[in-house]
């Protein structure tokens, strides 16, 4: 027969093995890694060194807000100008009056429209899938020389 005294120390002998292995058991898989991708976890550590922590907002909403939307002429210069600098497949030629009169002769709405959905050889907005309608919008005011009605 067991005593009562004997199994209590049969008891916490078979706890602290139980909490060593759980202890134990990283370090038989190896390094301990923190939470998160390798690009994550660098994003948190900061140039000074102090570390963001996992769930803080470590700055990066404020980042986004400071860049802000894209200026007319600057989606232009990294989308449109492809085909509308040049006139690929007819494409009217940026700041060309001769060429964006009938265009903007059909309103803004219309030109938009053509913008977003593409039209013949004309992509859909133009290739730059991320920009909103107003980015496009200012694009394409840029190109045809200014606000069209
Ligand atoms: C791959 C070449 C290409 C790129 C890139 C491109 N365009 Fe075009 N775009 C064209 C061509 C070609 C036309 C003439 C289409 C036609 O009338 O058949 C055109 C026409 C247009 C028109 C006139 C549409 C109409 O209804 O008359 C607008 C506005 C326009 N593009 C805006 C943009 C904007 C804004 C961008 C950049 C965000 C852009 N395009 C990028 C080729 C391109």
């Known amino acids: 027969m067991i005593q009562p005294a004997q199994s209590r120390v049969v008891r ?6 139980l909490l060593c292995s759980v202890l134990l058991a990283p370090l038989s898989y ?12 660098r994003e948190r550590l900061t140039a000074d060194g102090s570390v963001c922590r996992a769930g803080q907002d470590c700055g990066t909403a ?7 939307p894209k200026s007319g002429q600057q989606v232009y210069e990294k989308f449109c100008f492809a085909c509308h600098a040049a006139g690929v497949s007819g494409a009217p ?20 429209q053509s ?12 290739t730059c899938a991320t920009c ?3 980015e ?3 694009s394409v005011e ?3 020389g200014g606000p069209a009605g």
């Open 12 to 17: 916490a002998a078979f706890k602290t093995l």
């Open 30 to 41: 190896g390094e301990v890694v923190p939470s998160g991708t390798e690009a994550q976890i």
């Open 62 to 68: 404020a980042a986004a807000a400071a860049t802000g």
């Open 93 to 112: 030629i940026l700041g060309n009056s001769e060429q964006w009169a009938p265009r903007v002769a059909k309103g803004m709405d219309a030109l938009m």
């Open 115 to 126: 913008t977003l959905n593409g039209l013949n050889a004309m992509p859909a907005k133009g």
């Open 132 to 134: 909103s309608d107003d």
């Open 136 to 138: 496009l919008k200012a």
């Open 142 to 144: 840029y190109m045809s």
